[in-house]
């Protein structure tokens, strides 16, 4: 009997263990797929560009997170002022410290164009507001409401000699647009490409949004989200961001309209959203004065 008592003890810890593996098991395979969902085929007129001819399109690296990554690749940004680059709220959780620059690089996995350190970086603070509200029950049983304000701003420790890109108002819904990421091509090489697109109605955005399913919660049954504070593009034929190009500018009218924040379906026809730059405009434009 004494030799007993101990295999009991055992399977008393087994059986938990087993119940708190069970879903993860289960759910393995949706994580699986949202990660590597297929890709839609390229855009007519996409293709590799150079930085010369998109000089402001940069590289945001985080060299201890992201040692593996080409470039050390973390997120995407676009410069705005010699020293100010805007990005997505969601690339900025790291320490400036932490954090690089890299400008003129068309192949990430080289080693040309230039390194730059990062002195500071802001948030808006309606993002993590935001983010404190999203709710996993609610993305399980109705529509999730999406963080606003997935936008921030960083702050070089030195000037780039570099063209900037300037700030756009609100673009029309039809608008001609173009989209640029380093995980773009079809064989997801870091290679800077762009993509032809248009700006979709906001109403059309916002019913694909609410129509969206995700397997990776909180966004299961749908989002909703402050409409006034995102655009979408790729409506038409979608124009998919692979991680890492988080922050990735749209632009209109050779201005920075968007900048990618996320992906509401993993069907390969839903388009991607966008922070409107515009809402913004007056904070980051105030901002980017003060910064000497």
Same mark, same amino acid.
């Given at each position: 009997?004494?030799?007993?008592?101990?295999?009991?003890?055992?399977?008393?810890?087994?059986?938990?263990?087993?119940?708190?593996?069970?879903?993860?098991?289960?759910?393995?395979?949706?994580?699986?797929?949202?990660?590597?969902?297929?890709?839609?085929?390229?855009?007519?007129?996409?293709?590799?560009?150079?930085?010369?001819?998109?000089?402001?399109?940069?590289?945001?690296?985080?060299?201890?997170?992201?040692?593996?990554?080409?470039?050390?690749?973390?997120?995407?940004?676009?410069?705005?002022?010699?020293?100010?680059?805007?990005?997505?709220?969601?690339?900025?959780?790291?320490?400036?410290?932490?954090?690089?620059?890299?400008?003129?690089?068309?192949?990430?996995?080289?080693?040309?164009?230039?390194?730059?350190?990062?002195?500071?970086?802001?948030?808006?603070?309606?993002?993590?507001?935001?983010?404190?509200?999203?709710?996993?029950?609610?993305?399980?049983?109705?529509?999730?409401?999406?963080?606003?304000?997935?936008?921030?701003?960083?702050?070089?420790?030195?000037?780039?000699?570099?063209?900037?890109?300037?700030?756009?108002?609100?673009?029309? /819904? =039809?608008?001609? +647009?173009? %989209?640029?990421? !380093?995980?773009? @091509?079809? *064989?997801?090489?870091?290679?800077?490409?762009?993509?032809?697109?248009?700006?979709?109605?906001?109403?059309?955005?916002?019913?694909?949004?609410?129509?969206?399913?995700?397997?990776?919660?909180?966004?299961?049954?749908?989002?909703?989200?402050?409409?006034?504070?995102?655009?979408?593009?790729?409506?038409?034929?979608?124009?998919?961001?692979?991680?890492?190009?988080?922050?990735?500018?749209?632009?209109? /009218? =050779?201005?920075? +309209?968007? %900048?990618?924040? !996320?992906?509401? @379906?993993? *069907?390969?026809?839903?388009?991607?959203?966008?922070?409107?730059?515009?809402?913004?405009?007056?904070?980051?434009?105030?901002?980017?004065?003060?910064?000497?």
């Amino acid at each position: 009997m004494s030799e007993k008592k101990p295999r009991r003890r055992r399977w008393w810890i087994l059986g938990p263990v087993l119940v708190l593996l069970a879903p993860i098991v289960l759910y393995a395979p949706f994580l699986v797929w949202e990660y590597t969902r297929p890709q839609p085929d390229p855009v007519p007129g996409s293709g590799q560009v150079s930085t010369a001819a998109a000089p402001w399109v940069v590289v945001i690296g985080n060299p201890k997170t992201y040692a593996d990554s080409p470039s050390n690749k973390l997120c995407v940004g676009t410069l705005v002022a010699p020293k100010a680059v805007v990005t997505a709220a969601h690339c900025l959780g790291s320490e400036p410290a932490d954090l690089t620059i890299t400008v003129g690089r068309d192949d990430l996995r080289g080693n040309s164009g230039k390194v730059v350190r990062v002195a500071a970086t802001w948030r808006d603070p309606g993002y993590a507001k935001g983010i404190a509200e999203e709710s996993f029950a609610g993305g399980m049983f109705g529509q999730v409401r999406l963080a606003s304000a997935d936008i921030g701003l960083i702050t070089l420790a030195e000037p780039v000699d570099t063209p900037a890109l300037p700030l756009a108002d609100s673009p029309a /819904g =039809g608008s001609a +647009a173009t %989209v640029y990421g !380093w995980r773009m @091509s079809p *064989d997801d090489q870091p290679l800077l490409w762009q993509a032809p697109t248009t700006v979709a109605e906001d109403a059309e955005c916002v019913r694909r949004a609410a129509d969206s399913v995700r397997f990776i919660p909180p966004r299961w049954h749908g989002v909703s989200y402050e409409q006034a504070a995102y655009l979408c593009v790729g409506a038409e034929r979608a124009i998919r961001l692979r991680a890492t190009d988080s922050g990735s500018p749209v632009v209109v /009218g =050779g201005k920075l +309209a968007g %900048v990618a924040s !996320w992906s509401g @379906s993993v *069907d390969p026809a839903a388009p991607d959203y966008y922070t409107r730059v515009a809402h913004y405009q007056s904070q980051l434009r105030t901002l980017i004065d003060a910064i000497r």
